[in-house]
């Protein structure tokens, strides 16, 4: 929710905790996000071998090995990752598949949000919650040279899953844990969901400030970063073992990708400055559709006033409900047309993702079967 100076204590979070960025400077993990960026690696064993021979493709990670126990995005978006860059990933359901393999809308009976994120990986079904079902897994862990998950906080301990439990096995292998909070210990009450975090860390404010919305995106912006910082890190850890002979883990979070994404001005409110503004950086509606328009300096606030023909004030909120006046009298297309040709960085938001097949900026990104997926975003020759 978009907060306002007077605004109560928000039910689930820590008492007089409100969700904007200068809140978030005092809590105790931000320091060492801000410094050594999202990932937390702790060292292993070293002097190890190279991996086993393996049947090896033309990408980078192809001949590793991923064993993966993810639900939802965060995690499996990280081992999807994995997958288009070579590596074979083993996805860990429980017996009888993932739940989540029903969410409509379906193609063929299988939710296609489930399929984009999974249809490149192999399934082993395992209850390891028995003793049947941790002994499997732990035989795949020690021929594996990555294990993921994105457990909720206490469960790997519980199970004897961790870290140390699993290096006994298999020395060599990089143990990744995707979670919600990170170190944020405090927090580990509630759930580590994407909504959630954007609204303590800050990011809805942030969303909210610049678009037509009244609080954060209901796109999982933060699933979506910190599948992509997982996957960072644990080509890291990969690297570090192929230069260094030593595995080890590698901790991220949905918290961490927050931070990632408002490094910025969280540097200048801990340094006691204000954080830089751009003068118009935001989502306005027009007569029809909404346009984004960003002005970097004031010799594009000076473009917007002569496109506009409005001699726009300086005090922000106000500019802004200048702007969504002037722009009411034509559509986005013709707005994005007529600034553009002023110079200005203009664009139509594309609300009915249907019509991305007719842009030919994106549409080569795209591949359309049953349903479209989006292709890997990579090439390597």
């Given at each position: 929710?978009?907060?306002?100076?007077?605004?109560?204590?928000?039910?689930?979070?820590?008492?007089?905790?409100?969700?904007?960025?200068?809140?978030?400077?005092?809590?105790?993990?931000?320091?060492?996000?801000?410094?050594?960026?999202?990932?937390?690696?702790?060292?292993?064993?070293?002097g190890l071998t190279p991996s086993p021979a393996r049947e090896r493709g033309d990408l980078p990670l192809s001949g590793l090995?991923?064993?993966?126990?993810?639900?939802?995005?965060?995690?499996?978006?990280?081992?999807?990752?994995?997958?288009?860059?070579?590596?074979?990933?083993?996805?860990?359901?429980?017996?009888?598949?993932?739940?989540?393999?029903?969410?409509?809308?379906?193609?063929?009976?299988?939710?296609?949000?489930?399929?984009?994120?999974?249809?490149?990986?192999?399934?082993?079904?395992?209850?390891?919650?028995?003793?049947?079902?941790?002994?499997?897994?732990?035989?795949?862990?020690?021929?594996?040279?990555?294990?993921?998950?994105?457990?909720?906080?206490?469960?790997?301990?519980?199970?004897?899953?961790?870290?140390?439990?699993?290096?006994?096995?298999?020395?060599?292998?990089?143990?990744?844990?995707?979670?919600?909070?990170?170190?944020?210990?405090?927090?580990?009450?509630?759930?580590?969901?994407?909504?959630?975090?954007?609204?303590?860390?800050?990011?809805?404010?942030?969303?909210?400030?610049?678009?037509?919305?009244?609080?954060?995106?209901?796109?999982?912006?933060?699933?979506?970063?910190?599948?992509?910082?997982?996957?960072?890190?644990?080509?890291?850890?990969?690297?570090?073992?192929?230069?260094?002979?030593?595995?080890?883990?590698?901790?991220?979070?949905?918290?961490?990708?927050?931070?990632?994404?408002?490094?910025?001005?969280?540097?200048?409110?801990?340094?006691?400055?204000?954080?830089?503004?751009?003068?118009?950086?935001g989502v306005y509606p027009t007569a029809a559709g909404l346009l984004a328009i960003e002005c970097r300096n004031s010799a594009?606030?000076?473009?917007?006033?002569?496109?506009?023909?409005?001699?726009?004030?300086?005090?922000?909120?106000?500019?802004?409900?200048?702007?969504?006046?002037?722009?009411?009298?034509?559509?986005?297309?013709?707005?994005?047309?007529?600034?553009?040709?002023?110079?200005?960085?203009?664009?139509?938001?594309?609300?009915?993702?249907?019509?991305?097949?007719?842009?030919?900026?994106?549409?080569?990104?795209?591949?359309?079967?049953?349903?479209?997926?989006?292709?890997?975003?990579?090439?390597?020759?």
């Amino acid at each position: 929710m978009r907060p306002s100076p007077s605004v109560a204590p928000q039910p689930g979070f820590p008492s007089g905790r409100r969700p904007s960025l200068h809140q978030r400077l005092a809590d105790e993990d931000l320091p060492a996000l801000l410094e050594q960026g999202p990932w937390r690696f702790t060292s292993g064993s070293g002097g190890l071998t190279p991996s086993p021979a393996r049947e090896r493709g033309d990408l980078p990670l192809s001949g590793l090995r991923v064993i993966e126990s993810c639900r939802r995005i965060q995690g499996p978006l990280a081992g999807h990752l994995l997958a288009l860059l070579g590596a074979e990933v083993i996805r860990i359901e429980l017996p009888g598949g993932d739940p989540l393999r029903g969410m409509p809308p379906l193609v063929d009976g299988c939710s296609v949000r489930f399929d984009a994120l999974n249809r490149h990986k192999s399934v082993c079904e395992l209850d390891i919650k028995s003793v049947r079902g941790r002994a499997e897994l732990l035989e795949l862990a020690s021929q594996a040279d990555v294990f993921l998950h994105n457990w909720a906080p206490g469960k790997a301990a519980e199970l004897s899953l961790e870290h140390a439990d699993l290096a006994r096995v298999n020395p060599a292998l990089i143990y990744a844990y995707a979670g919600g909070w990170g170190e944020q210990r405090d927090l580990q009450r509630m759930p580590g969901t994407d909504f959630m975090v954007q609204a303590y860390s800050g990011v809805a404010s942030q969303i909210a400030r610049r678009s037509a919305s009244a609080g954060g995106s209901l796109f999982t912006v933060l699933d979506v970063l910190g599948g992509v910082v997982a996957t960072q890190g644990i080509s890291a850890a990969l690297l570090k073992r192929a230069l260094r002979g030593e595995a080890g883990r590698v901790d991220s979070s949905l918290l961490g990708a927050a931070t990632l994404l408002c490094s910025e001005p969280l540097r200048a409110l801990r340094d006691g400055q204000a954080p830089a503004e751009l003068p118009v950086a935001g989502v306005y509606p027009t007569a029809a559709g909404l346009l984004a328009i960003e002005c970097r300096n004031s010799a594009d606030m000076e473009c917007l006033r002569q496109a506009l023909d409005y001699p726009l004030d300086t005090e922000p909120a106000l500019r802004d409900e200048q702007i969504a006046h002037c722009l009411a009298s034509r559509d986005a297309h013709a707005w994005q047309e007529l600034l553009q040709a002023f110079g200005l960085a203009a664009a139509t938001v594309a609300e009915d993702l249907s019509t991305l097949h007719q842009d030919g900026r994106i549409a080569p990104c795209l591949h359309t079967e049953d349903y479209t997926l989006v292709k890997s975003p990579w090439s390597f020759t």
